[in-house]
């Protein structure tokens, strides 16, 4: 949600906590990850993992299962099994560069009020990876500053979507946060550099939503008829990603209007443009999970290899 923005786990905060104070607002280089394991850099390259986009939708999946969560479930199943987890989440948000999830046991973040008691009691126990934290930020260190963060844990973005793709919570999972001072264009370029982990087992997770639209929010079941605007920008979005034209993703706000319907702020969307430069324009695809939880919620997601 765009008002984490300013929350106290801002990059400010954590700069802060690294011991740079006022003077790391420059942001000159990357402070050091730590200490951190080898593991990573010793692993065999393999066939380069698939790469995931997922319109996450509302918390309330995470107690109530529906037909999307259903074919999470069934997409888990049906990927290489993972040696680690990189999401990258509409919900957490940062400016001036980005944190990675650097801990060993990160928490489980419950980023949204006045859901009922249920859901703040799921724990997604996941263990972290400080090695692939820093081959995250070694990648990404010519394209933005990259810090270490253990406050911020797993989002719902995160926690909601891999609660049913891996359920057993024992894959490493990590979240990068997203610059949100930069342009969409910077982000694209920016994910290029994340293609290298791909051939590490590492799966790339890109969760918000090709359409999202909280004003317009209409009733909560299940198939809720959308807007003819939110189809339409789901449905142009969808056929420049299939045929390959990520240009038109990219410059989405391009569309005027009917962008700002779709997306009033354009953090959902983000993460998909990180989904399409790992994988780049050249990329196979498939859609799977058509259809709104909401008028203008587009559940859609994509598989790139």
């Known amino acids: 949600m765009a008002d984490n923005l300013y929350g106290r786990r801002t990059l400010l905060t954590a700069l802060g906590a690294l011991g740079l104070g006022a003077a790391g607002v420059a942001l000159h280089r990357p402070a050091p990850l730590g200490t951190a394991l080898d593991a990573l850099e010793a692993l065999p390259d393999a066939e380069p ?4 986009f997922v319109g996450h939708g509302t918390p309330l999946s995470a107690i109530d299962p529906n037909v999307w969560t259903a074919q999470w479930g069934v997409l888990g199943k049906s ?9 990258i989440s509409a919900h957490w ?7 990675v999830t650097a801990g060993a046991m990160p928490p489980t973040n419950y980023d949204v009020r006045g859901f009922p008691q249920e859901l703040y009691e799921f724990r997604y126990p996941a263990p972290g990876n400080p090695a692939v934290a820093r081959e995250v930020a070694d990648a990404l260190k010519d394209g933005i500053p990259v810090y270490a963060d253990t406050e911020w844990g797993f989002d719902h973005g995160t926690w909601l979507v891999l609660k049913y793709m891996y359920p057993a919570a024992d894959i490493p999972v990590l979240q990068l ?6 342009p969409p264009a910077f982000h694209y370029e920016l994910a290029k550099r994340l293609q290298r982990l791909r051939s590490k087992g590492i799966l790339i997770l890109g969760s918000g939503n090709v359409v999202h639209n909280l004003s317009e929010r209409g009733g909560t079941g299940v198939w809720q008829h959308p807007h003819d605007w939110a189809v ?5 979005m969808t056929k420049a990603i299939m045929d390959g034209d990520h240009a038109q993703a990219i410059n989405f706000r391009s569309l005027g209007s009917l962008a700002s319907q779709a997306h009033p702020s354009y953090d959902h969307f983000l993460p998909l443009l990180y989904t399409l430069g790992t994988a ?3 990329a196979h695809v498939r859609t799977f999970n058509e ?8 559940m859609r997601g994509f598989v790139l290899t």
């Open 49 to 52: 993992m698939p790469i995931v």
């Open 79 to 87: 990927l290489p099994r993972p040696t680690a987890i990189l999401s």
């Open 93 to 99: 948000l940062t400016r001036g560069g980005s944190l």
């Open 177 to 182: 946060s997203i610059d949100f001072s930069r």
């Open 232 to 236: 339409e920008f789901d449905q142009r």
């Open 280 to 282: 780049g324009p050249g």
């Open 291 to 298: 259809g709104f939880q909401w008028p203008a919620i587009s």
